[in-house]
C-alpha cells in the first residue's frame, strides 16, 4: 500500500512538471514594439514564477534575437511579421521566434574577442553572443525564401518566494 501511494505522488509531481503552457504574440518588425515583446515575455515568465534574474536574461535574449529580425532581415522595414511563442514545458521555457525576412547562416558569425571590442569601443554586434551566453541552448533554422525561426530555451526552476 506504502508503495502505491508513493507512486502516486511520483505520477502527481511528473505530471505537474511536464505541464505544457502555450503563449503566441505576433507584431510588426517596428522597433516600438520591442517593448511589447519584452512585456509579453516578462508576463509569462512571470506566471511561471521564474526566477528574476533568468526572466531577465531571457527576456534581453528574445530582444537581441528581436532586434537582428528587424535591422537585417526585414532591413528596419517596418510591416514585416515577428511571431513569437512561448513555451513552458516542464522545467524547460522556449521561445520560438519566426519571421519572413532575408535568413543569414549565424555559423559565419565569429565569436567576438571582447576585450578587442571594448578596447575599440564598439556598439552593437554582440546579438548571437548574448544569446547564446544568456540561453542554455539556441537554434536557428531557415528555409530560404519562406521563413527563419530561432529557438531560444532556458532550464529553470521555480522562484521559491512566488510560488502561490
Known amino acids: 500500500m506504502k508503495y502505491l501511494i508513493?507512486?502516486?505522488k511520483q505520477l502527481r509531481n511528473s505530471q505537474k512538471n511536464n505541464i505544457v503552457k502555450t503563449s503566441k504574440l505576433k507584431v510588426?518588425?517596428?522597433?516600438?514594439?520591442?517593448s511589447v515583446i519584452r512585456d509579453f515575455v516578462s508576463s509569462h515568465a512571470a506566471e511561471a514564477n521564474i526566477e528574476?534574474?533568468?526572466?531577465?536574461?531571457?527576456?534581453?535574449?528574445?530582444?537581441?534575437?528581436c532586434t537582428?529580425?528587424?535591422k537585417h532581415a526585414y532591413h528596419s522595414v517596418p510591416d514585416g511579421e515577428i511571431?513569437?511563442?512561448?513555451?513552458l514545458s516542464g522545467k524547460k521555457f522556449v521561445v520560438t521566434i519566426t519571421d519572413y525576412g532575408n535568413s543569414f547562416s549565424p555559423d559565419k558569425i565569429p565569436e567576438p574577442d571582447l576585450q578587442k571590442y571594448y578596447r575599440q569601443k564598439k556598439v552593437g554586434g554582440l546579438g548571437m553572443y548574448l544569446m547564446k551566453t544568456l540561453m542554455d541552448n539556441?537554434?536557428?533554422r531557415s528555409v530560404p525564401g519562406k521563413y527563419n525561426e530561432v529557438l531560444?530555451?532556458?532550464?529553470?526552476?521555480?522562484d521559491k518566494?512566488?510560488?502561490r
Open 28 to 34: 510588426k518588425s517596428k522597433t516600438e514594439n520591442l
Open 152 to 158: 531560444l530555451s532556458k532550464n529553470i526552476k521555480a
Open 161 to 163: 518566494s512566488n510560488v
Open 68 to 70: 537582428n529580425i528587424i
Open 138 to 140: 539556441v537554434e536557428y
Open 52 to 65: 528574476q534574474d533568468i526572466v531577465e536574461n531571457i527576456i534581453l535574449a528574445v530582444d537581441e534575437a
Open 83 to 87: 511571431i513569437i511563442k512561448l513555451k
Open 6 to 8: 508513493q507512486k502516486k
